[in-house]
């Protein structure tokens, strides 16, 4: 067995052909150009070639393969959120979530264990009644529970009962869950460069060259091309892409920054987060603690990690889980957030007419990756933007039509 395996090994024909073909010499022109290799702009190509039979796609990734925010994200996936608007796109990305693997054929360990949020004052609690009440009139699986059921279904919570964070109660939505990033990137590239599609890793896009209300050519380190229509889906750095073509969008960036222990045995069996600590934890599949919470606070263009913020979340965990205390930071990371005014994303149309946005995904954008792929696929397809994305136009900046998910969002992801 032994022989035979080094010998396989060894040998010339040794047929291991990878999941993607290298990358190909750039055509003069795509019917679709996509701006972004990361979950989404993949997601997009997938769609674009399953659904809508445009193959004709080239995915232009600066660095390597999802190596954007897709890569550093902690892979809260969710649909509680605020608004009746926001619970529909996200509730439908729950459901491709949920039948993800198969539709990639792909184990993407999408694992639907519940988010737990926990309420340190009745003014959490009442906001939490408004989301249950929301959230269940539009269908989801979500309902403010008490701090004996809290305890009841995380009994290594430290409930500080007396203290200054004394846990009076949570949001409980079963729905909740995560899914390996990697795997649902590498699980939409598969499938979309089985289909024609082309990924052109280590190509960057530096600027378009705009003819009337048309995007006519797209500039790259690698040439130039055509395109019949582009998408920007470039997480961090969606504003200065679109501004490279004249549009200005509202979004500033922030650092969001996480970190994860060394692997300890099973213990916590949900994604809790507290907005009052701004801290949340998941435990991985390797038995590492994931800890994340909010952003920087100041704008900046840089993915170094800091202490204070370390210290922060270590404080935040530790006050949750006082048994923490002395476990290992293995490692420390931040991505470039774009964020939007009401902390909802940007979908749909530009004001140029070929020209689609997909972004302001901010801390909050992994969870839509297979809706955000399917929706934007649609407008790319068939020129409409579908009635789901309709509210996370551009122009609702103008209308001051906001979708409020800072409420919603800030500490959860
Ligand atoms: C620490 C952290 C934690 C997070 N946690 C969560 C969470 O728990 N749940 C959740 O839903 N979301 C979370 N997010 C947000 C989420 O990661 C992003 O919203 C999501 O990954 C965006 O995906 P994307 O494909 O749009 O962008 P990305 O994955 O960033 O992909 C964009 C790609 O565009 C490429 N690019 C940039 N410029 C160019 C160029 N000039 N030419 C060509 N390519 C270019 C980049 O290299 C990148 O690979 C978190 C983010 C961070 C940073």
Redesign the pocket.
């Known amino acids: 067995m032994v022989l035979r395996l080094l010998k396989y090994g060894l040998s010339r024909g040794y047929p291991v052909t990878g999941d993607l073909p290298p990358t190909p010499d750039l055509r003069a022109s795509y019917d679709v150009v996509i ?7 993949l997601a997009c190509a997938h769609h674009l070639a399953k659904y809508h039979g445009i193959r004709s796609v080239a995915v ?4 390597w393969l ?12 969710r649909s509680n959120y605020m608004t009746m608007q926001s619970i529909a796109f996200y509730k439908e990305a729950v459901a491709l979530y949920e039948g993800m693997s198969e539709e990639l054929d792909f184990n993407v360990m999408f694992s639907q264990r519940g988010q737990l949020t926990l309420a340190h004052s009745e003014a959490t609690l009442r906001a939490f009644h408004l989301r249950a009440e929301t959230g269940r009139h539009m269908g989801i699986g979500i309902e403010v529970i008490g701090p004996d059921e809290v305890r009841a279904r995380v009994p290594e919570l430290n409930m500080d009962r007396g203290g200054a964070l004394e846990i009076i109660g949570g949001l409980w939505h079963p729905d909740g869950g995560t899914a390996r990033h990697d795997a649902v990137a590498w699980g939409y590239a598969r499938e979309a460069s089985r289909r024609g599609v082309e990924i052109h890793q280590r ?4 600027g378009f060259g705009v003819t009337g209300d048309r995007v006519t050519q797209v500039q790259t380190d690698r040439g130039v091309i055509n395109a019949g229509a582009v998408l920007i ?5 969606n504003y200065d ?1 679109a501004l490279r073509a004249g549009v200005d969008l509202p979004i500033r960036c922030f650092p ?3 970190m994860v222990t060394e692997p300890v045995k099973p213990w916590l069996h949900t994604l809790v987060s507290s907005v009052s600590l701004h801290t949340y934890l998941v435990q991985s599949s390797r038995g590492e603690v994931v800890i ?1 919470g909010g952003s920087d606070p100041y704008q900046l263009y840089s993915t170094r990690s800091t202490l204070d913020l370390k210290e922060h979340l270590a404080e935040g965990a530790v006050h949750l889980f006082p048994f923490l205390r002395g476990l290992k930071v293995l490692r420390q ?3 470039i ?1 774009d964020m939007t005014p009401d902390y909802s994303p940007i979908m749909g149309a530009s004001p140029l007419d070929n020209l689609w946005l ?1 972004c302001g ?9 297979p809706v955000a792929g399917k929706r934007m696929a649609e407008c790319i397809a068939t020129g409409r933007v579908p009635e789901v994305l309709a509210p996370f136009a551009l122009s609702r900046f103008a209308r001051f039509d906001l979708v409020n998910e800072m409420g919603a969002t800030a500490a959860s ?1």
Do not use: P
Request: contains cysteine.
């Open positions: 701006v972004g290799g990361g979950g989404h702009g232009l990734e600066k660095g999802a190596g954007g925010n897709t890569a550093r994200n902690t892979t809260t996936i190509t960057a896009v530096t889906a470039c997480g961090g750095m892409m969001l920054q996480a994340g990371w931040a991505g957030t997909d995904w901010g801390t909050w954008g992994f969870k839509a990756t992801h």
